[in-house]
T-cell receptor, first 114, second 117 residues
């Protein structure tokens, strides 16, 4: 069965500093990988996705993520964090073929300090 | 607004009551998903529709839960005899394409937050 681990429950970053959120997955083949962001009381917004090809993917709001097969990781990065980036971030793996259901990690809450 | 919409956004009910939530997907999307998100957790898959057919149900979907998508457009999720453990955010997502084509994106609605007293 597929699974996703986000080892950090909370992360605090100073505004303007760089950010890396960790994500490790378990899947039997090359997975489809996603990062979503959720603001308080809101639904999920897609930041970026990886299906195949270039392992460094660019997303919205200046985010990027790198797929590393050898480490089963798909870490999210941003070079300079803004206060508006404070939210909860979810990594997800999608089933290849079939019904494309998503399996999510437990999320990482990002706090941005002034 | 052409995104996924859900109604109501919030629902407070007493234990034992029935509740029904509605999801309107993006109009051209034929695939629809329901997820449940409890506090401190990521969303968990509940059920999947392609057009009007319910093709997959999670074991999380007990017999008190039922979902429909009668005309392949909007969907409803009903919980009968609610329990306090049903308190959660219920998220709906829609996706274009067909089963077997996974290189698509699920677009999520704002969710319905349910509180069972």
């Amino acid at each position: 069965a597929q699974s996703v681990t986000q080892p950090d429950i909370h992360i605090t970053v100073s505004e303007g500093a760089s950010l890396e959120l960790r994500c490790n997955y378990s899947y039997g083949a090359t997975p489809y990988l996603f990062w979503y962001v959720q603001s308080p009381g809101q639904g999920l917004q897609l930041l970026l996705k990886y299906f195949s090809g270039d392992t460094l993917v660019q997303g919205i709001k200046g985010f990027e993520a790198e797929f590393k097969r050898s480490q089963s990781s798909f870490n999210l990065r941003k070079p300079s964090v803004h206060w508006s980036d404070a939210a909860e971030y979810f990594c997800a793996v999608g089933s290849v073929g079939g019904y494309s259901t998503l399996t999510f990690g437990k999320g990482t809450m990002l706090l941005v300090s002034p | 607004d052409t995104g996924v919409s859900q109604d109501p956004r919030h629902k407070i009910t007493k234990r034992g009551q029935n509740v029904t939530f509605r999801c309107d997907p993006i109009s051209e999307h034929n695939r629809l998903y329901w997820y449940r998100q409890t506090l401190g957790q990521g969303p968990e898959f509940l059920t999947y529709f392609q057009n009007e057919a319910q093709l997959e149900k999670s074991r999380l979907l007990s017999d008190r839960f039922s979902a429909e998508r009668p005309k392949g457009s909007f969907s409803t999720l009903e919980i009968q005899r609610t329990e306090q453990g049903d308190s959660a955010m219920y998220l709906c997502a829609s996706m274009g394409g067909t089963s077997g084509n996974s290189q698509e994106t699920q677009y999520f609605g704002p969710g319905t937050r349910l509180l069972v007293l």
